[in-house]
């Protein structure tokens, strides 16, 4: 099983919140992969409408690292209310099938408590498009649960643990087919051919 981290803003906060995630679920199964990537340190193009086969350099590499993956965790900076831009580029560049089934846990950090709600508010409706399971129960942290870089706050802690025990859990018990356990797909939403550019 391949768990995988994807970190959506440029600075630390929110990678290290996601790394101890991951050492978490690590800790209950050793068995499992985990890798984290922070998708500001890489070189990802703007999403143009291509098809996701079609891009390449480091846009290649997270859209086929996502779809390689068996469960994800997503974390995100609030950003005016709302997950990054940064984030929003990754969500716009992989397939619509990309996470179709598998198990989802979502952080966010953030200057106060006030946009907590903005995890099921914003981050959720998401993975309903995607048609991922959406673990129940996201981690929130602030800026004073953390000492600098370090995250400090056992309450937050514990949630992290929960949170990654949860999306192993999860994974475990669903069928080699992930997409057995998804309802009603909607309607098919085609790509359109790019526009050419002007001369
Ligand atoms: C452009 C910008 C917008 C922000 N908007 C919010 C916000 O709406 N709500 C909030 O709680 N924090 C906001 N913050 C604070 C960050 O979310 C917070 O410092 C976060 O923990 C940073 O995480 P990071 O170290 O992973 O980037 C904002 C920060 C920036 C730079």
């Known amino acids: 099983m391949k768990l995988l981290g994807i970190s959506g803003g440029v600075s630390q906060k929110t990678f290290v919140a996601i790394e101890k995630a991951l050492d978490f679920a690590y800790q209950y199964d050793n068995s499992i ?3 984290v990537i922070s998708i500001g340190e890489l070189d990802i193009q703007f999403c143009d409408g291509r098809d996701p086969a079609k891009y390449e350099g480091d846009a290649k590499l997270i859209i086929d690292k996502i779809i ?3 469960a994800l965790i997503f ?3 609030m950003y005016r209310g709302s997950y990054t831009g940064l984030l929003k580029n990754v969500f716009d560049l992989i397939p619509n099938d990309a996470l ?3 198990p989802v846990g979502l952080i966010a950090t ?3 408590d006030h ?3 903005a995890l099921e508010h914003e981050l959720k409706p998401l993975l309903g498009f995607f048609l991922a399971h959406a673990i129940p129960g996201s981690v929130y942290a ?3 649960h953390y000492s600098n870089r370090d995250l400090v ?7 992290l643990r929960e949170l990654a025990e949860s999306i192993v859990n999860f994974a475990r018990i669903l069928p080699e087919d992930k997409t057995s356990l998804v309802g009603a797909r909607g309607p098919a939403i085609g790509r359109k051919p790019l526009l050419k550019k002007a001369s």
């Open 33 to 35: 992969n985990i890798e």
């Open 68 to 70: 390689a993956a068996d």
């Open 75 to 77: 974390g995100t900076p």
């Open 100 to 102: 179709m089934g598998k």
């Open 110 to 112: 953030g200057g106060s």
């Open 115 to 117: 946009h907590y709600l």
């Open 142 to 144: 602030n800026n004073d």
């Open 153 to 159: 706050s056992q309450e937050v802690l514990d949630r």
